[in-house]
């Protein structure tokens, strides 16, 4: 028999676990031309240009990926050939290959460059492992490494493999479009086939495909092709839906479920199926009832009462969120799955789904109506029922009725608020599960007020026009979950570097920020307070006799946004957010503020923005507001949206006009 359960990642890889007494080993017949060098051409040595993306700083040539799933554990071999044309194109000498440990690691890396006289400089460097991080606190671990004697006319090629975690079906996604403009790839696929997977069968839907390019095929091997030619480079942009599910792709889809045709019969079976599961977990209610009376007072309100069972539910040990251990440290502690929520709370610990659906035991055996939901997260990829892929619902959470209103919880989600839930679960469709019904129901859809940034700063400035002091960052709901999530695996080192990083993005200036507290990493119910010594050299700026002090200390997020005319792709954002900046800068003895910037309050719908300066004898006040209240706009509401943008980071470069006085002026 083969079981499986649903999982959620970083990368929003959907696997299932394959329970087997035996696997087959990988064939001899699996073997991939994407892991060996190509000769060269001279056409391609001489390639000056690319037809087809005129003013392109780099080309790929040639890619190769080759996923073979047919062994004890699948791997996938990459192959990548790059015509650099341009001194901006030597960028691409420096590699990046992401990954999602543990459930994948990079092996057989190689690499070298191929100079215009056909000379091959292999590499032979050091290639690191780092946790990178983007813009919005995005971390991600990746293999880094840098191509020796890149230069305008060369060719780079690389290949590796990626070898996914034993007995694990992991389903896959050719990702067709790149950056660059792709002259030619080749993308195949040997599913699983073995008696051992006879449960499981595969299917493959793509999207956003080349104008004429054929879907993939499967040959009489079984092996699944495809061929594409002449795919446009993407373009990327602020705040874009995720590149994947805009990209060019294929999508596999490996299932157990009955081939159905009918989206509406599907997800009737599904739903039943997954009813009849919770509620079997769940059990009678009264079994706990014990254990909820040890943790709610009788005289609690309603509310209060569901508080105390989520932060009880919390403090228990979540597996979900452990470091991986060894092979043999789980062969010696490999137990039973437990049967049924009681077992969880006897046990003291549990999996973040095992978690969810103790507290949805424990609030029903506390007399509340409550339901169990399962969403599919919206981080990599948007979903479609219509598609019929019950893997993709990977997150189980709790809806509860009290006083007309759905409180959405998932307790399970580590690190989360009570009434919250992770950003990926929020503002979708879930499948919401009843003893009676199985139906479509929305998720907790977030307002700007539930991931808040507040940053207050006690600063001076000098009479050389520095700006040092104390800043404090608050982060509560969302963003605090969401930082509390990215570290939670970090040492204090890491976190100290994570926290200054994160004001430094937020400053226009080169910064120098310390933090001087120890933060509450993991206490969900409380915000997450950051302090820093903070300084910005040369903030203010002489101008004759006056000095000028911007008015947006920390308006380097809205700095860049939206510089582009025309807009391609819809603006996404990835849940609503308020950022408030509450900034207190003495002046030095004697100066005066002779000229106050007009500010500007606005407090419209999709985007929220205030600033106000006073002076305050002697001290300037600055306060500022942006709260964005959306998570998708078409792209027809762009020049509005940039508009008003553009007005913000005027606002923002409005300057406080300051007399240093007699002496200063003299000088």
């Known amino acids: 028999m083969s079981i499986y359960r649903s999982l959620y990642t970083s990368l929003s890889l959907l696997v299932m676990c394959i329970l087997v007494c035996a696997l087959c080993p990988r064939t001899a017949s699996a073997t991939s031309s994407a892991t060996a060098f190509r000769p060269v051409s001279l056409e391609e040595l001489q ?24 062994g004890h554990t699948a791997h996938e071999d990459n192959y990548f050939r790059i015509k650099i044309l341009t001194e901006e194109g030597r960028k691409y000498g420096d590699i990046e290959i992401r990954f999602d440990k543990p459930l994948a690691e990079i092996a057989n890396i190689h690499a070298r460059t191929i100079k215009p006289d056909g000379t091959v400089v292999d590499f032979d460097g050091k290639v690191f492992t780092k946790s990178v991080i983007k813009g919005q606190g995005l971390k991600y671990l990746a293999k880094t490494f840098t191509l020796p004697a890149v230069t305008p006319g060369c060719v780079i090629e690389y290949y590796y493999t990626i070898d996914f975690a034993e007995q694990w079906i992991v389903d896959s996604h050719w990702i067709v479009s790149d950056e660059l403009f792709s002259k030619a790839a080749d993308f195949s696929l040997k599913p699983y086939e073995n008696d051992v997977y006879n449960n499981f069968h595969v299917r493959w839907t793509w999207v956003n495909m080349p104008d004429g390019t054929p879907g993939p095929k499967q040959g009489p091997d079984k092996i699944v092709r495809l061929h594409v030619s002449n795919v446009p480079a993407f373009e990327t942009e602020d705040l874009m839906p995720p ?83 060894t092979d043999e440290e789980e062969k010696r502690e490999k137990e039973k799955e437990p049967a049924n929520a009681e077992e969880v709370w006897k046990r003291g610990y549990g999996n973040k789904r095992d978690l969810t659906w103790l507290y949805l035991a424990m609030v029903r055996a ?40 759905n409180i959405y919880c998932n307790p399970g989600a580590a690190y989360t608020p009570y009434g919250l839930l992770p950003w990926p679960e929020t503002g979708i469709q879930g499948l919401q599960l009843d003893k009676k019904d199985v139906s479509w129901a929305p998720s907790l859809v977030p307002t700007s007020e539930m991931a808040r940034t507040e940053r207050h700063a006690q600063l001076t400035l000098s009479d050389t026009g520095d700006l040092e002091g104390k800043l404090t960052a608050t982060y509560t709901g969302l963003e605090g979950a969401r930082l509390r999530q990215e570290e939670r695996n970090a040492d204090a080192t890491e976190r100290k570097k994570y926290l200054e990083d994160l004001v430094k993005e937020y400053t226009p200036a080169a910064s120098e920020v310390s933090l001087t507290n120890q933060p509450e990493w993991k206490n969900s119910a409380l915000p997450l307070v950051a302090e820093f010594s903070f300084k910005v050299p040369g903030w203010a700026t002489q101008a004759g006799h006056h000095v000028l002090v911007p008015s947006g200390l920390f308006g380097a997020r809205e700095k860049h946004l939206f510089d582009h005319a025309v807009r391609i792709h819809p603006i996404y954002v990835e849940y609503p957010y308020t950022e408030s900046d509450d900034i207190e800068i003495q002046l030095p003895s004697g100066w005066k503020v002779s000229s106050l910037p007009p500010g500007w309050k606005d407090t419209g719908k999709v985007v929220t923005y205030t600033l106000a300066a006073q002076d305050d004898n002697g001290k300037l006040h600055l306060t500022r507001t942006v709260s964005v209240n959306f998570i998708f706009l078409d792209t027809k509401y762009y020049s509005a949206l940039r508009n008003y943008f553009q007005r913000i980071k005027t606002t923002d470069d409005q300057q406080v006009v300051v007399d240093p006085g007699p002496v200063q002026a003299g000088n």
């Open 366 to 405: 506390a007399g509340f109506e409550a339901y169990g939901m399962w969403v599919a997260d919206r981080e990599n990829y948007f979903f479609d029922p219509n598609l019929m892929q019950s893997d993709r619902l990977s997150a189980n959470l709790v809806v509860i009725k009290l006083n007309g209103k």
């Open 47 to 70: 390639m000056t240009s690319e037809p087809g993306a005129p003013g392109a700083p780099a080309v790929l040539l040639y890619r190769e990926v080759y996923r073979d799933d047919t």
């Open 243 to 325: 590149e994947n599910e805009l990209k060019g792709r294929v999508d596999f889809i490996y299932s157990s479920d009955i081939v159905e045709s009918n989206a509406t019969h599907y997800w009737a079976g599904v739903g039943k199926r997954l009813s009849g599961q919770v509620e079997g977990f769940v059990g009678k209610p009264k079994g706990l009832e014990s254990a909820v009376a040890g943790i709610v007072s009788p005289n609690d309100p309603p509310e209060v009462k569901l508080q105390k069972i989520y932060a009880r539910v919390q403090q228990l040990r979540n597996t979900s969120y452990e470091v991986r251990k």
